[in-house]
């Protein structure tokens, strides 16, 4: 056993300090930002904001109310002729990544979608993305594939996005074991790592190899989404910050007629299980919980909440746009070790 004692950091931890500057206006700071993948030669343009592949979030609807400036992670529970319609429309493919785990059955899906439509981005999810089995899955599908932008996860660790850039060839890494509102990894485990520091860490060993990085799970509000950019994320994905809203799907809370709450879960909870997997299997335990968020209408509102926090931070800081927030950023530490 080896114990590492270094001070690892969460949303909660840190406050971003305000700075001298000539403040620009926030109506022209750019949060556009432009990616140069280098393993698939693409590139992809606009607010990198992800909604979760979540089967309640990565919606079809949620993709076209979002898209194309921000991006959605399509699930992987449509069936194949859905899917072929929805990206068969060359406009839904630019923002819009499909879904797929380890199976052979999900791998089937994408030779099936990429041989009937122009699908351009690929999210390859696994809950524990350190295993060899995972870097050769994801080489093998850039080889079949060697023009997809592909983001891959999940890892908390330099390593890792390292072996996952260089031996797996993605082009994003998925950062965050632990940190999701309906996540119960942490209890059920004892594993995973603090997200800020696995998304200052893991950004550099990305940044190094001309990579980027991708922070999922965690985010409970506007400025935990500055944070998380400001930490160096270059994408950040959001799963109950969207729930809640009309472009979800899910069970809803009606009362006289008006939906009032949305059974939000995670994708590893029994619930989900039972709806997918038939069941849990008897060697896992459920990794996930089930949540009632409160409806929120449109996710335009929340967007424009998200994008208006992005604004103001850079403006405290300095910042002209959404690339620089890293570079201007000082953190400061307002919880001790001891709190
Ligand atoms: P949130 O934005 O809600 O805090 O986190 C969303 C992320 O939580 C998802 O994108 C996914 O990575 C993760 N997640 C979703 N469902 C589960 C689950 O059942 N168990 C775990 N460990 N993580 C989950």
């Known amino acids: 056993m080896r114990i590492n004692t270094d001070i690892k950091l969460d949303y909660d931890d840190v406050l971003i300090r305000p700075k ?32 979760s592949n979540m089967d309640t979030i990565g919606t079809f609807a949620m993709a076209k109310a979002i898209g194309p400036e921000l991006i959605t992670c399509i699930h992987k529970y449509y069936s194949i002729e859905k899917l072929i319609e929805f990206f ?10 499909f879904t797929i785990g380890i199976k052979d059955n999900e791998y089937d899906k ?10 351009r981005h690929l999210c390859i999810d696994v809950a524990n993305g350190y295993t060899k089995f995972f870097v050769d899955h994801v080489k093998r599908i850039r080889d079949c594939y060697p023009d997809m932008t592909i983001m ?75 944070k998380a950019f400001a930490a160096g994320a270059d994408f950040v994905m959001l799963g109950g910050m969207l729930a809640g809203h009309d472009e979800c799907v899910g069970d809803w809370v009606v009362e006289n007629g008006q939906r009032v709450a949305m059974n939000f879960y995670g ?6 299980m039972n709806k997918y997997t038939g069941g849990m299997k008897d060697y896992r335990a459920s990794e996930g919980k089930e949540a009632s968020i409160p409806y929120k ?22 910042a002209t746009s959404l ?9 400061i530490c307002c919880r001790r070790p001891s709190d």
């Open 20 to 51: 001298r500057s000539e403040a620009p206006s926030r109506s022209t700071i750019i949060l556009e930002r432009e990616c140069r993948f280098l393993n698939s030669g693409g590139s992809w343009k606009g607010l990198p904001i992800i909604a």
């Open 88 to 97: 068969g429309d060359d406009d839904h493919c630019k923002s819009t990544f």
């Open 110 to 119: 994408l030779r099936e979608l990429r041989k009937k439509t122009n699908v």
């Open 152 to 226: 891959a996860g999940n890892v908390v660790t330099p390593e890792m996005v390292q072996e996952l850039l260089i031996a797996g060839a993605a082009d994003i890494i998925k950062i965050g074991i632990g940190p999701g509102s309906v996540c119960t990894t942490r209890i059920m485990t004892g594993v995973g790592y603090p997200q800020l520091s696995a998304i200052i860490e893991c950004a550099d060993a990305a940044h190094g190899l001309k990579g980027y990085v991708c922070a999922d799970g965690g985010c409970r509000t506007p400025g935990d989404v500055v």
């Open 267 to 272: 994708m590893s909870s029994e619930k989900a």
């Open 297 to 318: 209408g449109e996710v335009s509102n929340t967007v424009l909440q998200i994008s208006g926090g992005i604004r103001s931070a850079c403006a405290y800081v300095g």
């Open 323 to 331: 690339k620089d927030l890293s570079k201007c950023t000082t953190f």
